[in-house]
């Protein structure tokens, strides 16, 4: 069985800062790490995945995730993020041979003006 | 270029009244999954199918039933409605046995039982 924990519930930060969420994991088997965007009134959409080899992985809008094996971890981050950014974000894992997804709680991420 | 479309977007309920919600997925999927969405828990699996015939719980059946008689379509039945089902409920689909296929989901339907 694997399980995911989103350390932060909200985040709230300037336009143009960096911004990190963060991610744990744990699993008895090894597993693909994803991470999905819901914007408001939508459904959520792949932002990236770690499947195997590099461990720094690239998604859409500029976004990009780090696996750490040993810290089962895997956390989002973005150099400078805009208002548009404004979402909330769900990491998810799920088993090599299996194929249910289990997210996380969701982190929302607020960017200011 | 439709994906995943659930129907209805948005539902009002009696308790004790009964709705089904349809999802419809026009990418040839063999998986599909019906989740609920409440702050502060993230999504949880109710049912999920994996294929045509097929069907299995997840972490909160209760209450809840499922049918997919045809590939492209997965029911959620809700028999006799309650204010604890008051949520949001999104449909997902994905290709193939690998575990790296992602999911794709539609809208959402928000349901509110009164």
């Known amino acids: 069985a694997q399980s995911v924990t989103q350390l932060d519930s909200q985040v709230p930060v300037f336009e143009e800062a960096p911004v990190e969420l963060r991610c744990n994991y744990s699993?008895?088997?090894?597993?693909?790490l994803f991470w999905y965007v819901q914007y408001p009134n939508q459904g959520l959409q792949l932002l990236l995945k770690?499947?195997?080899?590099?461990?720094l992985v690239k998604g859409i809008n500029g976004f990009e995730a780090e696996f750490n094996k040993s810290q089962t971890s895997f956390h989002l981050r973005k150099p400078s993020v805009h208002i548009s950014d404004t979402a909330e974000y769900f990491c998810?894992?799920?088993?090599?041979?299996?194929?249910?997804?289990?997210f996380g709680a969701g982190t929302r991420l607020f960017v200011k003006a | 270029n439709a994906g995943v479309t659930q129907t209805p977007k948005f539902r009002v309920l009696k308790t004790g009244q009964s709705m089904t919600l349809l999802c419809a997925q026009d990418?040839?999927?063999?998986?599909m999954y019906w989740y609920r969405q409440d702050p502060g828990m993230g999504l949880r699996l109710i049912h999920y199918?994996?294929?045509?015939?097929?069907?299995a719980k997840g972490e909160v059946p209760d209450g809840y039933n499922v049918s997919r008689l045809k590939k492209q379509n997965f029911l959620l039945g809700l028999e006799s409605a309650a204010p604890s089902q008051t949520s949001v409920y999104f449909c997902?689909?994905?290709?193939?046995?690998?575990?790296?296929?992602?999911?794709?989901f539609g809208q959402g339907t928000r349901l509110t039982v009164v």
């Open positions: 699993s008895s088997v090894s597993v693909y």
């Open positions: 990418m040839n999927h063999e998986y």
């Open positions: 997902a689909s994905s290709y193939g046995t690998s575990g790296n296929t992602e999911a794709f």
């Open positions: 998810a894992v799920k088993g090599t041979g299996g194929f249910k997804t289990i």
């Open positions: 770690y499947l195997s080899g590099s461990t």
């Open positions: 199918s994996v294929g045509e015939g097929t069907t």
